[in-house]
């Protein structure tokens, strides 16, 4: 099972900066991680897959980046929206598997 | 796309519990369906796949034995039942949309509502 981990656990930011989030893998999954946006109450939303690709809709202040064991997620110019947790998850091989998670907070 | 969940459900220790997911807007048997649960205060854990086209299934090894998953092609709908219910089972479970076998790569782009399920005594 490839195990993902996410840093930091809690992000505070202000409106308008900028954060990065990160996630690793236990093993390579190539291009095959996907972040997700979840809000209290809500599914979980596809924000980038492939690594680097937005999903649709999402604004491109969004970035993804990585490949093998190391990604991002920076996001510039927070929003009130953009205040909640991320998950990356690896669809390169089953059993699929999501990080712990990095809550978003507003500072 | 959507995908629309049954009902919260409330159940005993040691009973079961089905789940629903009804999908629109796509061609059902071309991509596949999995589930996934998130118990309060946590990440979301992945139980299972199913084909939508030929009903195989793909379990995590941890529900492997209590956990089926299937799929009905007339009417767009897959399912999830989990036996012999603990406490440790309360979450809410998601359906979403997946890849329709392991040679493709595809990210969960749509997910149901959530189903919660709570076991208690």
């Known amino acids: 099972e490839i195990l993902m981990t996410q840093s930091p656990a809690t992000l505070s930011v202000s409106l308008g900066e900028t954060a990065t989030l990160s996630c690793r893998a236990t093993?390579?999954?190539?291009?095959?991680l996907a972040w997700y946006r979840q809000t209290p109450g809500q599914a979980p939303r596809l924000v980038i897959y492939g690594a680097s690709t937005r999903a649709a809709g999402i604004p491109d202040r969004f970035t993804g980046s990585g490949s093998g064991t190391e990604f991002a997620l920076t996001i510039s110019g927070l929003q009130s929206e953009d205040f909640a947790v991320f998950y990356c998850?690896?669809?390169?091989?089953?059993?699929?598997?999501f990080g712990q998670g990095t809550r978003v907070e507003i500072k | 796309v959507q995908l629309v969940q049954s009902g919260g459900e409330v159940k005993k220790p040691g009973a079961s519990v089905n789940v629903s997911c009804e999908t629109s807007g796509y061609s059902f048997a071309t991509y596949g369906i999995s589930w996934v649960r998130q118990a309060p205060g946590k990440g979301p854990e992945w139980m299972g796949w199913v084909s939508t086209y030929n009903g195989n299934t793909n379990y995590a090894q941890k529900f492997q034995g209590r956990v089926t998953m299937t799929r009905d092609t007339s009417t767009n709908t897959a399912y999830m039942e989990l036996r012999s219910l603990t406490s440790d089972d309360t979450a809410v479970y998601f359906c979403?949309?997946?890849?329709?076998?392991?040679?493709?790569?595809?990210?969960?782009?749509?997910w149901g509502q959530g189903t919660l399920v709570t076991v208690s005594s």
């Open positions: 093993q390579s999954v190539g291009a095959n």
């Open positions: 998850q690896q669809y390169n091989r089953w059993p699929r598997t």
């Open positions: 979403a949309r997946d890849s329709p076998g392991s040679l493709w790569y595809y990210p969960f782009d749509s």
